[in-house]
């Protein structure tokens, strides 16, 4: 039970290299006389020791942690609410190996590990969600009930418990942080299989995969020790046989291993688990906004091109921003004093504020620099947060109506007739795509309203072309939009086509 990223890959040339393992060593080809190695030097021609070659054998550090690394199975009723997470290949199957439909018992498995003696285990969130049974699987073949302890959805961790005592159990590794190319393991149950082992090394940090089905909160480690279907949950160790990383996600074309695993840094995982395990609901602090980093829009804006901030697509109704004054259009640029970097900055430190907190935003919009006071309040579950979005409205080929050409998009005054005519709520405000002009930008749809243009509101079709012409004045080739769709708010960056 592994969530996977689905990614298409171009064909690429492939290179083949070789390397001897030792500075000033000797090294055998088939079939030659051999070939002198000579030293390697580092940046700028410093010289740095040659690493040590991969160990002999992982056996001993397997011999040492399989014992606490365990197979959870589930069986999970299917509601009528259920969907599938993009990015995660597992499927759940009734008995008789089929799809289950809703309300069906179906039954799933992953990973796992005890982290104490008396039966604390760690997994993935979506490993246990929802599951109406969970069984334990112990190295030694015995099955045990467990009972979940708790979760948290935006990190994608839980803990469950089984009875008895006595269990062999890992550490988390959560002061020496390891490095890119350092060697790991991974241990679980890829494909039900049961206890495995894959050796790799770390290939990257911090990495932020920025989808729908990762968190926010998390800066993952890359790995490419094979992980599969069935690791979810299931821990990364370094040589010395602690727990660096709890495997969670995969990029992959197929379902299947292509050597890009990811897991959450033990850092994360034993500050969240530790905290569920004291039986506390992880609360994080939320403002009600969407929000996109402002890096592919400065163009578009006219900003400088080291511009950072995060860019506000859209304000819950009713919500913390909204009562606060922050408004679609704005750009985040502080927060409590603190320059805000990107969009995940934001998420991470709005996150990190307690229920209650008063957050002091600096914002840019069209009236200039201004500062907005907002009160955290609770961020809400994961399945409350989606069910917010509305039902698309107009759909792609839904029939143009007149209007005039503005920047390639045939745009018209947003009517109650128009209204009607492509289901635009009451609440939406600006000016509405009704067509797509020859070679203009086929992203847009009719029925989409343009609700800002550049930093200001757009309330007329001369308006979007007055700014439209000043951005050409100043040779820019893109403008700016805030664009309401259907299921939300979106920025885009519009290329201006040259004039006729």
């Known amino acids: 039970m592994l969530k996977r990223k689905e990614f298409i890959l171009g064909a690429a040339a492939g290179l083949l290299v070789a390397a001897a393992a030792t500075a000033g060593g000797f090294m055998r080809w088939p079939g030659g006389d051999g070939l002198r190695i000579t030293p390697s030097s580092g940046v700028a021609g410093a010289p740095f020791a040659q690493p040590p070659g991969a160990p002999a054998s992982f056996a001993a550090i397997f011999d040492q942690v399989a014992p606490a690394v365990v197979q959870i199975d589930v069986r999970t009723r299917i509601p009528g609410t259920a969907r599938r997470i993009p990015g995660l290949p597992f499927e759940f199957r009734t008995p008789e190996g089929e799809p289950p439909e809703e309300g069906q018992l179906a039954a799933g498995a992953g990973s796992g590990f005890f982290i104490s003696s008396d039966g604390y285990i760690v997994t993935n969130n979506h490993v246990v969600e929802n599951a109406e049974e969970i069984v334990v699987r112990l190295a030694d073949n015995r099955e045990l009930r467990a009972r979940l302890v708790g979760r948290d959805e935006s990190t994608d961790l839980a803990v469950i418990k089984v009875e008895g005592g006595g269990f062999s159990y890992v550490s988390?590794?959560?002061?020496?942080?390891?490095?890119?190319?350092?060697?790991?393991?991974?241990?679980?149950?890829?494909?039900?299989?049961?206890?495995?082992?894959?050796?790799?090394?770390?290939?990257?940090?911090?990495?932020?995969?920025?989808?729908?089905?990762?968190?926010?909160?998390?800066?993952?480690?890359?790995?490419?020790?094979?992980?599969?279907?069935?690791?979810?949950?299931?821990?990364?160790?370094?040589?010395?046989?602690?727990?660096?990383?709890?495997?969670?996600?995969?990029?992959?074309?197929?379902?299947?291993?292509?050597?890009?695993?990811?897991?959450?840094?033990?850092?994360?995982?034993?500050?969240?688990?530790?905290?569920?395990?004291?039986?506390?609901?992880?609360?994080?602090?939320?403002?009600?906004?969407?929000?996109?980093?402002?890096?592919?829009?400065?163009?578009?804006?006219?900003?400088?091109?080291?511009?950072?901030?995060?860019?506000?697509?859209?304000?819950?109704?009713?919500?913390?921003?909204?009562?606060?004054?922050?408004?679609?259009?704005?750009?985040?640029?502080?927060?409590?004093?603190?320059?805000?970097?990107?969009?995940?900055?934001?998420?991470?430190?709005?996150?990190?504020?307690?229920?209650?907190?008063?957050?002091?935003?600096?914002?840019?919009?069209?009236?200039?620099r201004t500062t907005v006071t907002v009160r955290a309040a609770r961020r809400p579950p994961e399945a409350e947060l989606n069910a917010e979005r509305p039902d698309q409205g107009a759909g792609p080929d839904a029939p143009a109506s007149p209007g005039t050409e503005v920047a390639g998009l045939v745009l018209a005054p947003l009517t109650s007739q128009q209204r009607a005519r492509y289901s635009i709520p009451a609440g939406v405000t600006g000016v509405v795509v009704t067509g797509v002009a020859r070679g203009g930008d086929r992203r847009f749809t009719p029925g989409m309203v343009i609700k800002r243009v550049g930093m200001a509101e757009a309330r007329t079709v001369e308006q979007i072309a007055a700014e439209v012409g000043r951005a050409r004045s100043a040779g820019r080739d893109s403008i700016f939009l805030l664009v309401w769709t259907g299921p939300g708010d979106v920025s885009v960056a519009l290329d201006l086509p040259r004039e006729r």
Do not use: C, H
């Open 172 to 368: 988390f590794e959560d002061s020496a942080e390891p490095r890119v190319g350092d060697w790991v393991i991974a241990v679980g149950n890829p494909f039900g299989l049961g206890g495995t082992a894959t050796a790799g090394i770390v290939s990257a940090k911090s990495r932020d995969l920025r989808d729908q089905s990762s968190s926010a909160y998390v800066d993952y480690i890359q790995i490419d020790a094979a992980i599969n279907t069935g690791n979810s949950g299931g821990p990364t160790f370094d040589t010395r046989g602690r727990v660096i990383g709890v495997n969670t996600a995969i990029y992959s074309p197929t379902g299947s291993s292509v050597g890009i695993g990811f897991a959450i840094p033990a850092d994360t995982a034993k500050t969240i688990t530790d905290r569920l395990m004291r039986g506390e609901q992880i609360e994080r602090g939320y403002l009600g906004v969407e929000i996109a980093d402002l890096g592919p829009f400065r163009e578009a804006l006219g900003l400088p091109t080291d511009a950072q901030g995060a860019l506000i697509n859209g304000v819950t109704p009713g919500g913390p921003a909204q009562r606060g004054g922050l408004q679609p259009g704005d750009i985040v640029l502080s927060l409590d004093g603190r320059p805000v970097a990107d969009s995940t900055d934001l998420t991470r430190r709005v996150g990190a504020a307690r229920v209650g907190q008063a957050l002091r935003l600096e914002v840019l919009r069209a009236a200039g």
